[in-house]
């Protein structure tokens, strides 16, 4: 199997992309049969040019006509002559202080009409081809993002002579495709590769060599061991987001690390890569629009709206360090026709995490923003798809979650923030706000106050204070967790009838405050196939309670366009 031996992938809509082999293959028969296996293809066409080398190139440059030119897969090679086929390979240079006057190294850059030129040293800094060599430029003309996710291939031509019965399968699809990048790109990210000068040392350093080396990066964030949850001094951490959203494999992690390693970073400090935390934004509500000022339909202003969330997602999401704002997301909503009026939307949150369908295991889900508990059926937190758990009987069943909501709430615990001095004897324990019926007693250890129990949780609870009297002691101070900050999980079915039956009430624990969903002990044996997400993955949606939402470390907030359950929006007239 030949270099540049040429495929066809075929994407969902039937276009036709070429594909060609990276590498040659040799295998023997087995079982009647060749098998080719690992084989690695790349996107693209492959183009040979050939150039002559003459005294009046004062500039030893040379252009490449292609306007999509894969720059990794470039290959230049220095024939001697037309009569004399002997070649060197010239590499591209990348580092200039290791450069000398007999290094076969070309340079690259665009000129003036964005095409790409290659040019070599000369004699000084990179060795300079002689008169009458020929240079030999085979590199791939691609097409860009458009051919990612492509996974159907076909051969073109034979292999080894033989061109029938060849069966192609790809154990994953295409992915890493990106377009050639605008000139407001390369005008901004220009200065920062020179800062760094070819250095791994500050946060911005590292984020400006990792866009400059993996081309198929769009977003980085790094952080120090010093701003990680938990500490952990000695490292650098970074969460690389690919251009094709696909996730890096161990290998390629592996070989970033090295890299980084071993030519460009302090030794002393130990790179880690975390993978990206996907927080996906759900947004469901109305769109108002006055009927007298357009001939556009309701569903017309609908997808009107859906237009302008893309938009919006593109213009101020998918990156590292993004802040989703929802007044903005209602300006561009609103401005997207002149006949809107204004909008009413509801944000929720939403993670998607693997379940272990083996063994039982607890999840925590970390949104890292505050939840709001829902007091009613709307928008109440749940859970999709079913997954499969037994109920008390030893009865499979395909249950959702949802949080059970509670209107009348008490107060959970009493956390101690300073136990005092000098109490003899247990000081009483009062509790005020707007519920009622809520009791404590506490314990002292050595003087101090050790713990407050609950005796009566009370109800009815938005606020609350607690005071410490008596016990002949002073300085201790203690404030309520209510129950409206906690929520409760249970997992239920629906009958036929659509009755619902309640499996499980203590499914589970949410904390709003912090933003947290803890699932304890959870045996599934399965996650119910759907059209929506992965196989084996299940999805918790819940209210924001905050409407500005911002990102820290590794986390990315989207929109996911591609779900038709993300953007719930109705168009009414006014």
């Known amino acids: 199997l030949n270099k540049y031996t040429r495929l066809l992938g075929t994407d969902k809509d039937g276009v036709n992309y070429p594909f060609v082999t990276l590498y040659s293959n040799t295998v023997s028969k087995s079982g009647g049969s060749f098998d080719f296996a690992n084989v ?17 190139n004062d500039t030893r440059r040379f252009e490449i006509s292609s306007a999509n030119v894969d720059t990794e897969s470039i290959v230049i090679k220095v024939q001697e002559s037309s009569t004399n086929t002997d070649t060197v390979i010239y590499t591209l240079a990348e580092d200039i202080t290791e450069i000398t006057a007999n290094s076969t190294v070309y340079f690259i850059e665009e000129n003036e009409k964005q095409n790409y030129t290659f040019y070599f040293g000369d004699d000084i800094l990179g060795k300079r081809p002689k008169d009458g060599n020929i240079i030999i430029c085979t590199y791939l003309d691609n097409n860009g993002s458009i051919t990612n996710n492509i996974s159907q291939f076909v051969f073109t031509g034979d292999i080894g002579g033989y061109t029938d019965n060849i069966i192609v399968s790809s154990t994953t699809g295409s992915y890493g495709g990106i377009n050639k990048e605008t000139i407001e790109q390369v005008r901004f990210r220009a200065p920062y590769f020179y800062t760094t000068q070819n250095r791994a040392v500050t946060k911005n350093d590292y984020e400006t060599l990792l866009l400059k080396d993996y081309n198929t990066l769009e977003s980085v964030s790094v952080w120090g061991g010093e701003d990680n949850d938990p500490v952990v001094y000695g490292k650098v951490f970074m969460s690389l987001k690919t251009k094709g959203n696909y996730q890096l494999t161990n290998l390629e992690k592996e070989q970033i690390k090295e890299d980084l390693v071993q030519k460009r970073n302090v030794l002393t400090v130990t790179p880690e890569i975390i993978d990206p935390d996907y927080v996906y934004l759900m947004i469901k509500g109305n769109v108002y629009y006055d009927s007298e000022k357009t001939s556009l339909s309701s569903d017309d202003i609908k997808q009107l709206a859906k237009a302008a969330i893309q938009d919006y997602v593109n213009d101020e999401l998918n990156t590292f360090n993004s802040v989703f704002r929802k007044s903005k997301l209602q300006s561009y909503i609103e401005n997207a026709e002149k006949s809107i009026t204004g909008s009413d939307i509801d944000i929720m949150v939403q993670k998607r995490f693997l ?41 499979a069943r395909n249950v959702f ?8 709430t008490g107060i959970d615990s009493i956390n101690i923030i300073n136990g005092g001095i000098n109490y003899s004897t247990i000081p009483t324990v009062t509790i005020t706000g707007d519920g009622s019926g809520a009791r404590a007693v506490a314990e002292i250890v050595g003087g101090r106050l050790s713990r407050i129990t609950m005796l009566n949780k009370g109800s009815g609870y938005s606020s609350a204070i607690v005071n410490i009297s008596g016990g002949s002691g002073s300085g201790a101070q203690a404030v309520p967790v209510l129950q409206s900050k906690l929520g409760r999980l249970r997992s239920f079915y629906y009958k036929t009838n659509r009755e619902k039956v309640v499996v499980n009430n203590d499914f589970g624990i949410v904390d709003y405050a912090v933003g947290k969903i803890t699932i304890n002990s959870l045996r599934s044996t399965a996650v119910i196939e759907n059209d929506y997400y992965p196989e084996n993955y299940l999805t918790m949606t819940v209210l924001t309670g905050t409407e500005n939402i911002y990102t820290i470390r590794n986390r990315i907030l989207t929109i996911d366009t591609n779900d038709a359950r993300s953007i719930q929006i109705n168009a009414v007239s006014e």
Do not use: C, W
């Not at 272990?356 to 295991?361: G, V």
């Not at 979650?401 to 009348?408: A, D, K, T």
């Open 40 to 56: 690695n293809i790349k996107q693209g066409e492959t183009i040979t040019l050939q150039y002559l080398m003459t005294s009046t």
């Open 355 to 395: 379940i272990d369908t083996l063994r039982t295991k607890t999840y925590t889900i970390a949104y890292n923003i505050e939840l709001e508990k829902s007091l009613g059926t709307d928008n109440i937190l749940h859970s999709f798809p079913e997954i499969t758990v037994f109920d008390s009987n030893g009865i």
């Open 401 to 408: 979650i949802e949080e059970i909501p509670e209107i009348n």
